[in-house]
Each structure stands twice: as structure tokens, then as C-alpha cells.
């Protein structure tokens, strides 16, 4: 493999007359990746000695991703190229066809629930990891994710594990949590994410920070239901799916997000901030004089609604 460090070369008078804008493009993106380099060493060196090895590991990540965005050029996505997503890409549930009950506890045994569990509830005005709040009655978002699992074991006789990827902001304290679980039905395991620096815009440098510092569940089975286990090893079609994602229609609460689109021939999950500014507000107003608006930036959808629409330019 060659090293990324080697790719960033000067034209020489050798070769083919270069272009003055793309060699210092090239020149700055090489300056930008070395004053990186330099910089992930230094923060580097904060780390404790218990935890160089996987610091060295999170940073080589870091640096390719970083040298691949330096590489980058224009949008992330021609708007052009963007389609809906394929026929039959989207399934509804009711065509799934349903697991027989004396099923249920094989399906279930090859079911793994990872949960992300990396935030933290700040912006709720909370401290510690955002799944230790309480949501009702004193449970917190952990506590009802252990007892949706648990009933499923329970009720099955199955085995699903709960698999919770922490961050380095939530490890410490979601490790001390998880004692009061022994007792339960539940197989619980913890895996860190990939710990990198965060970004500063203007100078493109890590934000100073020293290594290693410190739904409704009424009914469980909506959860996790064994149809759709069923569906992803059993398929109607070959070849079987490779990721399945439930998807529900959006509400008007829904304002944040993405949508699903066909990008060059595979299903990707376009995001607001792709969206070219050029594309802007259209008001929507059904039949019966409500009116809907839609924030600039946002993809329509191709959508079957009741009653007429018409589209207004402005």
C-alpha cells in the first residue's frame, strides 16, 4: 500500500506545464495533511501509557479519513444523478410474510441488538450518557431496552444479546451502570467507538483535548418483530439483502434528517446539508386548504397522498 504521505508530489519542470490554481490546491492540501501529522503526534503523547495502542490505532483511521477529505472536490452529490429510490427497494410490512409462532425462538437466536450509546444528554440540560435518563416511572432509556429484550428471552426462551457501542464520554460510567443488570435475563456487551479528534473549520487543525479524559414499549414485539428477521435470512429474492432498515413516513415533526434516494445505482440516504442551496422553498397546499411548508434545501419525495396538490413556484 502506498503511503498517503507520497501522494501529494510537486510538478517538476519535467513534467506537463501545471495549472498555478491546481498545483497550490495541491500544495495546501499537502501543507494541511503534514501540519496534521505534527499535530496528531503531539495530542498523541497526552494519552495514557494503558491506552497508546488503540490511540495510535484511532488515529491511523483518522488520518486517511482526513487525507481522503482533503482530496475531495465540489458536491458530495450531483444533483442530477440523485433518483428515487428503486421499485421494490421499499417493502411494505404487510407483504412480509409471516413467521409461524413455533419459529419464533430460532429466528429470535440469531438476532443481535447493537444500541449507539455515545451521546451524552446535553442538550437536554442533562449530564452523563443520554441513555441514563429517565424517561417514566424512573426508567431510563437503558432500563427500558433491557426489559424489551429480557421478555423477548423470557417469553421465547431465546438468547438475544444487547450489544451497546459506547464513546469514551459514556464507557466509564454506562460499565458502572450495567452491574444492576446481572440479575436480568440478558446478555449485555460493550464495544468503544473509534475515538477521533474534532475538526477546527478555519485552520483545519484538532480542537485541543487531552486522550482519554473524562420509542414506546408497549409491545415488545414491534420491536423486533420475527417477520422481518425472517425476511433478511429467508428472502422472497435472491440475492439475499445485505442491510435492512425499517423506515416509517415522515410527520411534520420529522424536520430534521434525510431522505432515501438511488445514487449511482445504489441506495444511499441523502442528508440536508447535500442539498444544493439552488433548490429552494416550494409550498404544497392540499384540497382542503392546508398548508405545508417545506424548508428550503428539502428533497420531495415521491409519495401517495389523498386529495390534490399543487405545487407553487416563488
Given at each position: ?184 435475563n440478558v446478555q449485555i456487551h460493550c464495544f468503544n467507538q473509534s475515538q477521533h479528534p474534532r ?116
Amino acid at each position: 500500500m502506498v503511503s498517503r504521505e507520497m501522494r501529494w508530489t510537486r510538478t517538476t519542470s519535467s513534467d506537463q506545464k501545471s495549472d498555478p490554481v491546481v498545483e497550490f490546491k495541491s500544495l495546501a492540501r499537502r501543507d494541511a495533511f503534514e501540519r496534521m501529522d505534527s499535530e496528531l503526534k503531539i495530542l498523541l503523547e497526552t494519552a495514557p501509557e494503558d491506552k497508546k495502542e488503540e490511540a495510535l490505532k484511532n488515529m491511523k483511521g483518522f488520518k486517511e479519513l482526513f487525507g481522503r477529505y482533503l482530496e475531495e472536490e465540489g458536491p458530495s452529490v450531483l444533483w442530477d444523478k440523485i433518483k428515487p429510490p428503486p421499485e421494490g427497494s421499499i417493502v411494505m410490512y404487510d407483504a412480509i410474510p409471516e413467521v409461524p409462532a413455533s419459529t419464533f425462538k430460532e429466528v429470535l437466536n440469531k438476532l443481535v441488538v447493537i444500541k449507539l450509546n455515545g451521546g451524552l444528554g446535553t442538550s437536554m440540560g442533562c449530564t452523563g450518557p443520554k441513555s441514563l435518563i429517565s424517561l417514566r416511572r424512573d426508567l431510563t432509556f437503558l432500563d427500558m431496552n433491557v426489559q424489551q429484550i429480557e421478555h423477548l428471552n423470557n417469553k421465547y426462551g431465546c438468547s438475544v444479546p444487547l450489544v451497546l457501542m459506547n464513546s469514551f464520554n459514556t464507557h466509564e460510567e454506562t460499565q458502572k451502570t450495567l452491574r444492576k443488570y446481572k440479575a436480568n435475563n440478558v446478555q449485555i456487551h460493550c464495544f468503544n467507538q473509534s475515538q477521533h479528534p474534532r475538526i477546527v473549520k478555519e485552520s483545519l487543525l484538532p480542537l485541543p483535548r487531552l486522550i482519554g479524559a473524562q420509542k414506546n414499549e408497549s409491545n415488545i414485539e414491534c420491536w423486533y418483530p420475527p417477520d422481518i428477521l425472517n425476511y433478511m435470512l429467508n428472502p422472497s429474492r435472491s440475492p439475499a439483502p445485505e442491510f435492512v432498515m425499517e423506515v416509517t413516513d415522515k410527520t411534520r415533526a420529522d424536520v430534521k434528517g434525510g431522505t432515501l434516494i438511488e445514487y449511482e445505482g445504489k441506495q444511499r440516504l441523502l442528508e440536508i446539508a447535500q442539498v444544493p442551496k439552488e433548490h429552494g422553498t416550494v409550498i404544497i397546499i392540499a384540497n382542503h386548504g392546508e398548508r405545508i411548508d417545506i424548508p428550503s434545501g428539502s428533497l420531495l419525495e415521491n409519495k401517495i397522498v389523498s386529495g390534490n396538490l399543487r405545487i407553487l413556484q416563488h
